[in-house]
């Protein structure tokens, strides 16, 4: 009688515990519709890794952007993008770079969904290098097109690829131009109401 009293009783503990545990699923999406993108939002966040090929200069590159921006109307935004990056280049130097470009997004009506949103953004600014012991300021721009996915109420994991140009010298070429892709994510802030 003992045995079979401790096991129900173990049974029922079992049972008890098991269901207590609360397990849930990942989320990998959040319907948010147009509430991240209105206007007086902010969004911080940027690129945790960019990899590109430059035609020019036969050089591989990666690159860490983060950005912040200010939504001045519902699904436009504009703030400033600063940068940090390495370049491996065949035959020479290593290069170190560095960007700020204030720049404009827009987010397209066409195509979005409750769960993410298509983009375009374009940046102008200035770009720099440290190369062999020189260094070297100048002109640059970047049109990018890419895909946020709200993964919750307000962070997107975002994909971009697009065109950058830079006037730089280095590389053994009159300037930078090529295309490249970036993973990154952003963190959308409500403003005041």
Do not use: C
Request: glycine share 16%; proline share 3%; net charge neutral.
């Amino acid at each position: 009688m003992r045995k079979i009293l401790l096991s129900s009783l173990f049974a029922l503990s079992l049972v008890a515990v098991t269901n207590a545990q609360n397990i849930t699923k990942p989320q990998y999406s959040e319907n948010v519709g147009d509430k991240p993108i209105q206007k007086g939002n902010w969004l911080i966040g940027g690129s945790l890794g960019s990899l590109g090929y430059s035609f020019e200069g036969e050089n591989f590159n990666i690159n860490l952007n983060p950005q912040a921006g200010y939504f001045i109307s519902d699904g436009i935004a504009i703030g400033l993008t600063t940068g940090v990056g390495f370049q491996s280049v065949k035959g020479g130097d290593n290069i170190w770079s560095y960007k700020l470009m204030p720049f404009a997004r827009y987010y397209f009506p066409e195509g979005a969904s409750s769960t993410g949103r298509f983009f375009g953004q374009g940046e102008l600014g200035i770009t720099g290098a440290e190369y062999g012991g020189t260094s070297d300021t100048s002109f640059g721009f970047g049109i990018n097109a890419g895909y946020a996915h709200f993964v919750s109420k307000s962070v997107a994991l975002e994909a971009t690829a697009g065109y950058n140009y830079s006037k730089s010298d280095h590389a053994d070429a009159k300037a930078q131009n090529g295309l490249g892709v970036a993973v990154g994510f952003q963190i959308y802030l409500p403003g005041k109401k």
